[in-house]
């Protein structure tokens, strides 16, 4: 019937199925009476089992475990393990220093020597390397970190930043229509479609559509504020037209020109020399080192040379003036 035993070499068991069974030997020893209790022992390893707790472990592994009700833990040179079932897992590999932790439904996680990995479920995703932390919030929030190199932030859809640390640049975007780059030797900025800036000290590009137009390149720039106003600058010489207004001059010699049409000129076209002219030159004055002119009704007439240096220079219309006096150079007086 229920009733059953066994030999095999000096190892004896038998038992009443399915309720009892038993089995000795050499350093062992097995009793088991169902449901209430089970207790083994084999060399260095020993069990205690019952439904409300249990015991175990094996002294040449230095292994040892337990658990009561819910609660299970385990202890080794391999493996550390917290359990609250169902809701809490905890495992740990003290060799690789690895661990991973589960509080359930909500909670992943895991970690080592070089990363670690974390989830709320469904809302916050982390991760972190030796050389990278990334963090994610849904659905709007994402911050990317890659360390001494870049991280990259962005609240999606108001906003999105990346810094690279090595350029010292920093970039933005506010969809639908900012975008903004800086850095140490330029600064671009877009406000879509109205104003595009690209470009820095030394060279740039700006357009603020449609009328303002502005581009700088080594040694030369040009403005223009359609129709109101237009620079063109080369080198050392610019050139201005404001509506009926133009005006020039040289950086570096101090040479200019104005004229406000139709009324008015005043020019300077050597350093030392003037030149005033009314209505297109129906009425003017001129000095050209020494020599003095004036047109009225734009007849030239001749006035005496100031005093002191050479009279050398070009009379009006451009024409050669011969010098006269000392040949030494001498100050050139105002009007």
């Known amino acids: 019937g ?83 079932f169902p809701m809490f897992w905890r495992f740990a590999h003290p060799k690789t220093k690895r661990s991973t932790t589960l509080l359930l439904p909500f909670y992943y996680g895991t970690k080592d020597r070089e990363s670690r990995f974390d989830v709320v479920f469904p809302l916050v995703w982390f991760s972190r390397t030796v050389t990278s932390r990334t963090l994610f919030v849904l659905p709007l929030f994402y911050d990317r970190v890659d360390w001494d190199e870049a991280r990259t932030t962005a609240v999606v859809p108001l906003f999105y930043r990346r810094r690279v640390y090595h350029k010292r640049e920093t970039t933005w975007l506010f969809p639908p229509s900012i975008y903004l780059k800086t850095s140490p030797r330029k600064t671009d900025l877009v406000v879509f479609p109205l104003l595009w800036h690209f470009g820095g000290a030394e060279r740039s590009t700006t357009v603020g559509f449609p009328l303002y137009w502005d581009f700088k390149r080594p040694g030369k720039r040009t403005t223009i504020f359609f129709p109101l106003f237009w620079r063109f600058e080369k080198g050392d010489k610019v050139k201005m037209l404001i509506l009926n207004t133009y005006y020039s001059y040289n950086k570096v010699e101090g040479t200019y020109q104005l ?47 100031l005093k002191g240096g050479p009279s050398g220079g070009l009379g009006p219309g451009g024409s ?15 009007i």
């Open 320 to 334: 050669a003036v011969p010098a006269s006096g000392s040949t030494l150079a001498q100050p050139f007086y105002p």
């Open 259 to 305: 004229i406000f049409l139709p009324l008015l000129e005043v020019a300077r076209k050597r350093p030392g020399d003037f030149k005033l002219s009314f209505l297109g030159g129906l009425f003017s004055y001129e000095r050209i080192g020494r020599n003095r002119y004036i047109r009225l009704f734009f007849i030239p007439i001749k006035l005496k040379p």
């Open 2 to 84: 229920p009733v059953f035993w066994h030999r095999r070499g000096k190892v004896v068991g038998g038992g009443l199925a399915p309720l009892f069974w038993f089995q000795t030997g050499p350093r062992r020893l097995q009793v088991t009476l169902a449901p209430l209790v089970h207790y083994s022992r084999k060399a260095e390893r020993w069990d205690l089992w019952t439904p409300l707790f249990g015991f175990g472990g094996d002294r040449a592994l230095n292994k040892r475990y337990g658990y009561v009700g819910p609660v299970y833990w385990e202890s080794s040179p391999e493996r550390k393990a917290q359990v609250v």
